[in-house]
């Protein structure tokens, strides 16, 4: 999200009576939230708005305005995003595998994924020791790649290594508001995610995971 407005931009409205003026921001953040495809945080709608008017306000408002319609306004980490709603998943499936698509994950991409998901912030000496062998910088790439994963705070030993964190788009993916709506651990298992940083003995294509 740009950082920077036009130096014309009017975020005050002073021209336009206050309904009208509200109205206009809420068209603002909706139009900000669908032109993101990631969670837009606070303090970048409040860009888009008169100096002093709330933000929780008017996406409350805005949240009302959508009610009827097949997307919603949700909280996802610490901003907010639009999505369709869970009832349109299906019709969504049967058009495309639009998650399949934006993803482009293998599993064990998956499995790195909540590894890191559920021991952040970890580095890549910590994601071996939990799969018994390197992670690939490929590997972590294409997770940076698709905004899944972002560099945490360095390790205070030899070296510092970087960790990696999730971000608000991994929370966006996975339908998540935030960490604490991770599934079970055993919940993973079930579903085949938590087999391998359970059982380093089988990790799949070795060649994947190689330098």
């Not at 949700?74 to 639009?98: S, V």
Request: one cysteine or more.
């Amino acid at each position: 999200m740009a950082k920077k407005r036009a130096p014309d931009f009017d975020r005050d409205l002073s021209d336009l009576p206050p309904e009208l003026r509200w109205r206009e921001w809420m068209k603002r953040i909706e139009a900000v939230l669908f032109a993101s495809a990631a969670p837009v945080a606070r303090e970048d709608l409040a860009r888009v708005v008169g100096q002093g008017a709330s933000v929780d306000l008017l996406i409350e408002d805005l949240r009302a305005d959508v009610e009827t319609r097949p997307y919603e306004i949700a909280k996802c980490g610490n901003g907010w995003l639009l999505r369709t709603r869970a009832a349109y998943g299906p019709a969504i499936r049967a058009a495309a595998d639009a998650t399949e698509q934006a993803l482009n994950l293998s599993d064990h991409d998956v499995a790195v994924l909540a590894a890191i998901a559920y021991h952040q912030p970890i580095s890549r000496d910590g994601l071996k020791d939990i799969f018994g062998k390197d992670i690939s910088r490929d590997l972590i790439g294409r997770l940076s790649e698709r905004d899944l994963i972002a560099p945490g705070p360095r390790e205070p030993r030899r070296g510092a290594p970087y960790t990696f964190v999730t971000t608000d788009a991994f929370l966006a993916a996975f339908d998540l508001t935030s960490l604490a709506d991770l599934p079970d651990p055993e919940q993973l298992q079930d579903a085949g995610l938590a087999q391998a940083p359970l059982d380093p003995l089988d990790q799949g294509d070795d060649a994947a995971l190689s330098e």
